[in-house]
């Protein structure tokens, strides 16, 4: 469900603060306020405010200062600002706008003019952030096409065409070798595309939901069986550790392909020897999957990179293998899509924990 928007009210006058509190809070709005520049600013750098109202004329940091300011930094320059002020001269106003103001409210307030101009805003914030992850995802496709999924098909043609060229001069363990160079090419490539498709019929809405109650020991036991001969080749052990009544109320298809994904990543970034649990918690309402490792895990830095569609993480597996970070983008939607949730916990060199939260049963 989506969470009412959240807006930072800044005014040194508490009268000026309460009033509009209660304004924006008989609208459905969530408020958080401030009484001076530098505790908004403070304040705007620690929470993802959905708009900020700023009162002009405030001691030692004025409204305009404390904008520029928040212009100035990365993770508060797309925050939208409307200035509140008694001024009403043409200078003030201008100026406003200049630093990067979109928008000002006249003092004293009236509630329909304030609750219009907020909706306003609110709601173009919400469409330029659709658009910028659209073009997030235009350029990921793009980005994919052009690059990750030409490389193992450089690969085929040229190891084919040496095959091709010289098979009569090679004895028969070189052929092999070769062959199993293009058989790998291949599924890098099969497997590449297969990920594509699934993200361009999630985005285009084609993919039915269709969930259904299933016992999960038996669901985590098939994918174990699948994956077997991925994990025998690195000498990984999948241990599974999940009770005998656990259930989920899930889309078979969409949680099959999602920790598949998750399976897929923990052995591929996890040394020869080493294990790969799959456990899980039920509680009432969700059970909580875990696809643990014993891998090379990641920064605090790179995991905040995943699951975005905006960011570039790429990490080759400890045999080299490939990947496009599309896969747990494809989770996360994936996921939500039960109104679940997708998380990661990490630490260089000891490992990676992907948890999912999935409904235990069919909402009564």
């Not at 929470?47 to 109202?53: G, R, V």
């Not at 991925?230 to 392909?257: R, V």
């Not at 896969?327 to 679940?340: P, Q």
Request: hydrophobic fraction near 40%; charged fraction near 25%.
């Amino acid at each position: 469900m989506e969470q009412e928007p959240i807006i930072l009210v800044v005014d040194d006058v508490l009268r000026n603060i309460q009033l509009i509190g209660n304004m924006l809070k008989s609208s459905g709005y969530r408020i958080n306020y401030a009484t001076d520049g530098q505790s908004a600013i403070e304040n705007a750098l620690k929470n993802p405010y959905d708009l900020i109202l700023l009162d002009i004329m405030m001691p030692k940091l004025s409204g305009f200062d404390v904008c520029e300011k928040l212009k100035e930094n990365p993770i508060t320059k797309e925050i939208p600002i409307i200035f509140l002020t008694a001024k009403t001269d043409m200078e003030s106003v201008t100026k406003g706008f200049q630093i990067g103001g979109v928008d000002y409210i006249t003092k004293p307030f009236n509630q329909e003019e304030l609750i219009v101009r907020v909706k306003t805003h609110i709601n173009l914030q919400k469409q330029n952030k659709k658009l910028k992850e659209l073009n997030a995802m235009k350029d990921k496709f793009f980005s994919i096409i052009a690059h990750d999924l030409k490389n193992p098909f450089h690969s085929i043609l040229g190891l084919s065409e040496i095959l091709a060229a010289r098979a009569e001069h090679y004895d028969t363990n070189r052929i092999k070798e070769l062959a199993s160079f293009i058989h790998s090419s291949t599924k890098s490539g099969y497997d590449l595309l297969l990920n594509l498709l699934e993200w361009a019929r999630s985005q285009t809405n084609s993919i039915k939901f269709q969930p259904e109650n299933y016992a999960l020991n038996d669901f985590i036991q098939k994918i174990i069986d699948f994956f077997t001969s991925n994990a025998e080749e690195k000498n990984i052990q999948i241990i599974k550790q999940i009770p005998e009544n656990a259930s989920i109320f899930g889309d078979l298809n969409m949680l099959n392909t999602v920790i598949q994904n998750l399976v897929t990543n923990a052995i591929k970034f996890t040394h020869t020897n080493g294990k790969v649990t799959i456990s899980a918690n039920t509680t009432e309402n969700f059970t909580t999957l875990a696809i643990a490792d014993t891998g090379i895990g990641m920064s605090e830095e790179n995991k905040n990179k995943l699951f975005r569609i905006d960011e570039h993480y790429i990490q080759p597996g400890t045999n080299g293998e490939s990947g496009t970070g599309l896969g747990l983008i494809i989770c996360k939607e994936f996921v939500e899509k039960h109104e679940g949730k997708i998380w990661a916990e990490s630490e260089l060199d000891r490992g990676s924990c992907f948890f999912i939260t999935i409904p235990a049963s069919k909402p009564s």
